[in-house]
């Protein structure tokens, strides 16, 4: 018998009850995780904190190490590598094995490493772990392979340079001092082989002593005393017949190879000569000395520093010393090493020095020593990148290919550096990548000097392409005025821009926002400005009851300034404001330049809009800007509010803290905030009754009901009689009530919700603060209507009507409501109600004082469950995870566009995630990006060529806005209700917890990933990842997905260093890298995710690292990086003439019998430890070894089968001779018995 199952007879019930499903649309997801790959590409930028330098002569291949551990390599402009090693040791020493594509780093460790300069990724082949003695210096002469290794206890230990493997030979220290000497030398601080007499090694210790060492002897020849001296450094003059040392107190000491007991010269280049019975002047220490010599002339001797303590105000210096001739060159920074640049690597031959490299500690200054005055090389790599801090990085790979032309063009017409030499670059080594990318990139630096930098980084190098000074318009700041809010004034925050119509804006610390457009040709113009009060405000008390009738109003004279949460800026920059609200509103904290400017080519101003003070207190940091060429409109925001400005009219559209952009429906208890502080209301007969307002308010319960409504911002040429009237009708009509509760509740949106109210858009009043604005605004609007009774236009319908706050511009502006309030959802308890951020341990139902815009995105879409089309609209993103939607209204281009304000309402709707918004973008129907329109750049010149439209607009903009026009015209059905709406369009919200596909316009949530609950986002954003064709696997003979140009993923990077990838729009996951953790919080702010799967973030305050996500791009970066090793002969040594040779004849020593195991045995294991490679030519090697092992076991497969059908064939040969002997004799005996019979045989 069946067993009756009641649940299936309640489910069959509910299931033939509710409606039925609606089909979602399939959509084919073209990536997979076989195409994510992360990997460094390259890094741009000066060495941070260098610490050691070295150079090949013969490669010219400079190498610069760091305090990080990294080594920089550097070659022909555009020739550039980085390396790291394992650990963070900082890098003592660069020694290169010259020509040999080998380099020696000696780190604080301990440590030495020997790296393959001979593939595109250098790699180490050994290493080297000093574990008993600390290594202080190493010399490596030319063209050996034995290296000398010094000591911090005195001692000089050999090690072979291609097996890294210590010799026996040991120069201790008690051998290399006299026997009466009671006292330690010191650590060594220079090693040094004799130019003509390899077998001479001189050594210099801290104390001052310096001992000549023979090598085959093993015993100290000479021994020179500089008695109370620290020595430095250590030069041989090229003959071998003198030395020059340096010491702390700024001198120099000459010796005489012969002649140890007595220097041959000792003098202060930069001291004077101590007169009788005084000392001599003290001088700071020379660290360096160099001795080159020339065929023609006098010797160089180049030292750094030496200059006298008493001479303040000095820089740090190089002194370049020729015969007579003394030259002080000084520099910006502490100098950290010099090299001289010669043409030979002979030691023993004339330098003819042509060139110094000076490393300082942020700069690189090469110096040309065969032009009168020495002059500087002009430097062309991209190491000005910190000239100003760098605050903010924007990349835009796969830009509009114009671009980079038009920057180079206006770049190479600024002013260029004058007095910099005009010979070649000395360091041409290396060679650039085979292959390039296939798309334009260009990088913006904003820095902390208000200046902005356009780099090209097409393919992997960077190039300046302009630079823009955005402190040029404001003035001059006087030396003693400085508050503790302005050590960088201009500094840059935020970059925004359009591409395709060039129109840039940035946002500075001090609150300001400047627009630029590109123009070509000079222009002398006047700086608009905007002066907007935008202050957070929280009021102790709920918002009064609207249903009573407001009180008479003042007259409009005395209407409140926009120094509230909802105020708006009055017509002019300076805001006319009652004499209280006066003092309230303050000033910006730069002032623009008045009277007319002259703006050169390029980046010209457009507007500049600034935030006051209010109440003395600064504006707080701008936190997200926005810009749209197409709309016209500007928008940013800060932990105050929101502020929409109309960049076409020159005035402010929207003006609101943040609180009163949900209204009545704000999910949270707002508490006061401590700065600024709470505002009084002016007094007044309106403020009176408002006050009586205030007090039958808060009488009230928390859960009394209240009414809902919206605001949008009209133009008082678009108000009506009709409009007036409704406004009046409504102000007495009793209006639809909500609960305090149901207006708390979130809108997630989430799909497979049982409640359809979970999906409802919330309603939304402008608040309290704004009622006296409202009310203001309205009896402007009735003496505007008085003025324009022939005017008439479309009625918009309200239930619950308000005026909104006052527009900048040239009149003032009326404002209505036309959207209904609902009733909100319920908050989804899955997700914990409201999300909080990172930065608050409180439940978002609890009390809040500070809630900021960070994140904004101009699109067109659907506003509202019920719209049948697009349009254009602001999605505004929260730090507390609130998404809101503002729906704008543009007037018709051309005249209209330039008289008409543009409408700006919200829409009602809210959307709620976890932690604060980071990115939002938009797809279609087919999980394709939806980008926001723009209006094409023109050349001003050509515009006015070009046939024009009858209201004089553009041809390029008319294309534009035929394509808006278009998307307003899709014919909607004819009852636009939810269940007869498909979706047709999805919205990204990424947060730092959370990431959605909301469909829409049904505001449905097709997807949800929680992304990290131990961590947080830092970085989000929707990117194309690949542009490349299908691939073939060649092992497992597997094909990979073929990938759309469009094919694009959510790209994250979290605080805990691991970068991920997802799907969209269903959320897959598609990568999780463990990349790097966020040591600094510089990496978060200046993370940038990119187009093609690109990115990048400043590594060092000096350097930026670029980065990509696509598999396809690392494999062709192999081909893209460049070559550093080249195979170029070596110069050939000098030429010893015949009587020299013939009267002195230098002994030639065999290193190999002096240092080998053979003759002084092996080192103890205790003193150093050998460490194999991992990488490198020698994982080569062993691919390769295990390659031709297969190559030779195939070959010896094919011989032996070779042999084996060789004797196949002897053997069937065989057999066919035996064949045919067998067929013969058959034949004879046939022929034999063939006539004869049977009786006969």
Known sequence: MKKFNFKKVLDGLTSSSAPPAKPETEITETLGSEHFQVS??????????????????????????????????????????????????????????????????????????????????????????????????????????????????????????????????????????ELSQRTHPGPVVSLSDNPTDSSKLLIGFETGMIVQWDLKTKAAECRYACEQQTLHSLAWHHEGKQFMCSHSDGSLTVWNYRSPSKPAQVFQPHGHPAQKGSKPEACRPIMKVAWPTQRTGDPFIVFSDGLPYERSGRRPCITVM???????????????????VSSTPWPNDFQDPYAIIVL?????????????????????????????????????????????????????????????????????????????????????????????KFWDASAVTLQLLYKLRTSKIFEKQPLNQ???????????????MCCESRILCVAGTSGHVIVYRYNKVETTVDVPTLEIALVYEVDDLDSPDTDQIPPPMPPPSSSVGSAGSGGMPSPSPHHSTSSEGAEKVGSPLLKVKSGPQKMVPGYQVDLCAQLVTVEGEPPSQILCLAINSLYGLMAF???????????????????????????????????????????????????????????????RSPTTERDESNGVCLSPTGTTRKKLADIKRNRNQPRPRM????????????GGDDSDDMNNSLSMSWGSSVSRLFRTELIKAEAMLRRQRSSSTSSVGSQSPKVAPKCAGTDPHVASHKCPGRDSPKADSKDGSFSRSRSSSMSSLENVSAEGINCLS????????????????????????????????????????????????????????????????????????IPPLFAKWEDP??????????????????????????????????????????????????????????????????????????????????????????????????????????????????????????????????????????ADMRIAQTFSFSNCGQALYLCTPSEIQRITLAADTCESLQEMLCELFLPVDTPEGPKQSFFKGLFSSPSIVDKEELFGEAASGKASRSVAKHIPGTGGIEGVKAESGSAMAEVQKARMALVERGEKLSELEERTEALKVGSELYASSAHQVMEKYKNKKWYQL
């Not at 900082?90 to 440590?111: H, K, T, Y």
């Not at 400085?482 to 925004?496: G, L, M, N, R």
């Open 40 to 177: 460094k590409t390259v890094r741009h930028g000066f060495p941070y904190q260098p610490t050691a330098m070295a150079y090949d002569p013969v490669q010219h291949i400079l190498a610069i190490g760091c305090k990080s551990g990294s080594i920089r390599l550097f070659g022909r402009p555009g020739v550039d590598c980085h390396v790291m090693h394992d650990n963070d040791a900082a890098v003592l020493q660069l020694i290169f094995l010259v020509n040999e594509g080998a380099l020696v780093s000696v780190c604080s460790d301990d440590s030495l490493h020997l790296w393959n300069l001979r593939q595109k990724r250098p790699a180490i082949l050994h290493s080297l772990k000093y574990n008993r003695e600390r290594i202080t210096y190493c010399h490596l002469p030319f063209q050996s392979k034995w290296l000398y290794i010094g000591t911090e206890r005195g001692n000089v230990h050999i090690a072979n340079i291609e097996s890294f493997v210590l010799s026996g030979y040991v120069i201790n220290w008690n051998k290399a001092i």
């Open 322 to 340: 020729q015969g007579k001739s003394v030259t002080v060159l000084e520099m910006e920074y502490p100098v950290v090493n010099f090299l001289p």
């Open 360 to 452: 300082l500690e942020n700069d690189l200054v090469v110096i040309d020593l065969t032009t009168p005055g020495y002059p500087c090389f002009q430097n062309p790599y991209p190491m000005d990148l910190h000239e100003s801090p760098v605050t903010c990085c924007t990349y835009y790979a796969d830009c509009p290919p114009e671009m980079i032309p038009a920057f180079y063009t206006v770049g190479s017409r600024q002013q260029k550096k004058t007095g910099f030499s005009d010979k070649n670059w000395p360091v041409k080594g290396g060679e650039w990548g085979t292959s390039t990318c296939s798309y334009p990139e260009i990088i913006i630096t904003g820095h902390a000097d208000g200046s902005l």
């Open 482 to 496: 400085s508050t503790e809010y302005e050590e960088d004034p201009f500094a840059i925050v935020k970059i925004a």
């Open 637 to 699: 925001g800060n932990m105050q509010g929101l502020a929409i400005v109309d960049i076409i009219q020159k005035t402010t559209l929207l003006n609101l803290g943040t609180p009163d952009l949900y209204g009545s429906a704000d999910p949270y208890t707002r508490t006061q905030p401590r700065s600024p502080q709470r505002k009084k209301p002016p007094a007044g007969l309106g403020d009176l009754g408002e006050a009586q307002a205030v007090e039958q308010e808060r009488c």
């Open 739 to 750: 609960s305090k509760a149901h207006s708390t509740a979130s809108m997630e949106g989430n």
């Open 858 to 929: 101009f699109t067109e879409s659907y506003t509202r469950k019920t719209d049948p089309v697009t349009s254009p609209c602001l999605w505004v993103g929260t730090t507390l995870g609130s998404v809101l939607v503002i729906v704008l209204n543009l007037p018709p281009q051309g005249d209209q566009r330039l008289t008409q304000p543009v409408i700006v309402s919200p829409s009602g709707t809210i959307l709620r995630l976890k932690g604060a918004i980071l990115a939002m973008s938009f797809l279609d129907c087919n999980g394709m990006t």
């Open 941 to 1078: 010149k050509k515009k006015d060529e070009n046939r024009e439209t009858k209201d004089g607009q553009s041809m390029n903009q008319r294309r534009g806005w035929q394509q808006l026009q278009h998307l307003h015209r899709q014919k909607a059905p004819s009852s636009p209700t939810t269940e007869t709406i498909s979706d047709r369009q999805f919205v990204v919200i990424c947060s730092e917890k959370q990431a959605k596909v909301i469909s829409l316009p049904s505001q449905t949530c097709a997807y949800k990933l929680n992304i990290t609950e131990t961590s947080f986002v830092c970085k989000a954003d929707v990117v194309s990842i690949a542009k490349h064709q299908s691939k073939v696997g060649h092992s497992t003979n597997l094909t990979k997905k073929k990938v759309r140009n469009d094919s694009v993923c959510l790209a994250c990077f979290l605080a805990n260093g691991h970068i991920m990838t997802f799907s969209l729009p269903s959320l897959r996951p598609l990568l999780d890298s463990d990349f790097l953790p966020l």
